[in-house]
């Protein structure tokens, strides 16, 4: 599935049923060692803001066209309440997923909170505001894992020290 941006904007994507916010990160090095294992650069960055697919499969949702209903949701949220990246956080992790592995930023953004009260207020549900990160390399060429909520956080990761100098 192909990433396209929504909301009337350049600002934010949608792809496989997350809404991601696209960030920019220069000088990262192609590779990193961790673990024994390689981890390749990601090709691209963003922090994934709303993974609607998730959301559906952990909450077990009924209701037809969710995903469009949250999609508007959020293009309406956004239109006045921005939701950028604040900064990123001294802490990164080692993400492990079977045979997946990854090293994300963890950061700070902007209204989500917000945003997920809205969603839990309107559809009455009980949604934690996700572990906002970016992830910086992968085991697999861009294949990430997702991390959406405290759970996963400590299920699947282990902090680690900053993995380079002061490129974040």
């Not at 220069?26 to 590779?31: E, I, T, W």
């Not at 961790?34 to 994934?48: A, E, K, N, Q």
């Not at 949701?73 to 956080?89: A, G, K, W």
Request: charged share 25%; proline share 4%; glycine share 4%.
């Amino acid at each position: 599935m192909e990433e396209k941006f929504i909301c009337n904007d350049e600002k934010y994507t949608l792809k496989k049923q997350t809404i991601s916010l696209p960030v920019a990160i220069q000088g990262l090095p192609d590779k990193l060692e961790i673990g024994g294992y390689t981890l390749l650069r990601r090709s691209s960055f963003h922090v994934s803001l709303v993974c609607i697919g998730k959301i559906i499969e952990k909450e077990g949702i009924q209701i037809p066209e969710f995903e469009n209903a949250i999609i508007n949701d959020f293009c309406e949220f956004v239109s006045q309440n921005d939701i950028s990246l604040i900064r990123y956080r001294d802490e990164f992790r080692f993400v492990v997923q079977n045979e997946r592995r990854s090293v994300v930023a963890m950061c700070e953004v902007t209204n989500l909170e917000k945003f997920f009260d809205l969603l839990n207020k309107k559809y009455k549900l009980h949604l934690k505001v996700p572990p906002t990160h970016v992830t910086l390399y992968t085991l697999q060429l861009n294949l990430g894992i997702f991390l959406t909520d405290l759970s996963d956080i400590q299920k699947l990761t282990k902090l680690i020290p900053k993995p380079f100098n002061e490129i974040l």
